[in-house]
C-alpha cells in the first residue's frame, strides 16, 4: 500500500513539472530590453561676446572767439619825417616841407577845414626809362587811414601836373589838398606801383 501511494505522489510530481515546462514553453517570449543610449553631453561651443562698438567720443568745439578789431589806419613800418627822401623804383620822392592856410587868395576851404599846401620833389634817377608822374599818386591819410581832398588852387603857380620825366629829370612843385582843422596829426603816402610798398611821411616827427 505505501509503494502505491509513493507512485502516486511521483506521478504528480512528474505530473506538475510537465505541467510548469509546458507553460514556460507556451509563454510568449519577452522583447529584449532596448539598449539605453547614452548621448554624450553636448559641449556648447564658446560664444564671444558681443562687444558694442566704441562710441566716438565728441570732439570739443572751442568756444568761438570774438573777432578780433582790425584798425582801419595804415601801417607806418616805414614812416619817416618831412625833409626825408626815398627813393622807389628809381624814383626819389623829397617832400620838403608843408604849410597849413586858412584860405590861398580867393580860394576859401569848406567851413571847418583848411588848406594843406606841401612841396615837393621829383627825380628820375633811372638812366634808361621814363617815369611818368601822376599827383593823384600823392595822397594824405588822416590817422584813420582816409584819404584828404586833393584840390587845385587859383592863387597856386606851380602846382605839380602830370607829366613824363626823363631818366635824370627833376621837377619841384606843390600839392594842396583840403583838410579838416582838427586833423593835427596826417601822413603823405607815395603809391608808386603795385608790387612796391608805398613810401610815408609824418608831419610830426
Known amino acids: 500500500m505505501n509503494t502505491k501511494h509513493n507512485f502516486s505522489m511521483y506521478t ?9 515546462l509546458i507553460a514556460v514553453a507556451c509563454a510568449p517570449a519577452k522583447a529584449a530590453p532596448s539598449p539605453v543610449v547614452i548621448k554624450p ?7 564671444q561676446p558681443t562687444i558694442a562698438p566704441t ?11 570774438a573777432p578780433t578789431a582790425v ?14 627822401a626815398q627813393t622807389i623804383s628809381e624814383v626819389s620822392i623829397l617832400p620838403s616841407k608843408f604849410q597849413m592856410m ?27 626809362a621814363n ?5 593823384a599818386s600823392l595822397v594824405v591819410l588822416d590817422p584813420t587811414g582816409s584819404v584828404m581832398s586833393m584840390v587845385s588852387l587859383k592863387s597856386l603857380t606851380n602846382e605839380l601836373t ?18 579838416p582843422q582838427k586833423d593835427d596829426k596826417w601822413t603823405l603816402e607815395f603809391k608808386g606801383t603795385n608790387t ?7 608831419n610830426i616827427g
Do not use: C, H, R
Open 71 to 84: 584798425p582801419t589806419a595804415k601801417p607806418v613800418s616805414n614812416l619817416i619825417p618831412f625833409g626825408t
Open 41 to 47: 553631453t553636448q559641449i556648447p561651443t564658446n560664444v
Open 131 to 135: 617815369f611818368n608822374f601822376d599827383p
Open 162 to 179: 602830370t607829366q613824363t620825366l626823363k631818366p635824370g629829370a627833376k621837377i619841384d612843385g606843390v600839392i594842396a589838398y583840403q583838410i
Open 102 to 128: 586858412p584860405q590861398s587868395g580867393s580860394d576859401k576851404p569848406a567851413s571847418g577845414d583848411e588848406y594843406l599846401v606841401v612841396t615837393i620833389t621829383i627825380e628820375n634817377t633811372s638812366k634808361t
Open 196 to 202: 612796391n610798398q608805398p613810401l610815408m611821411w609824418s
Open 55 to 65: 562710441q566716438p567720443k565728441p570732439t570739443a568745439v572751442p568756444p568761438t572767439k
Open 12 to 20: 504528480l510530481l512528474v505530473s506538475l513539472v510537465a505541467l510548469s
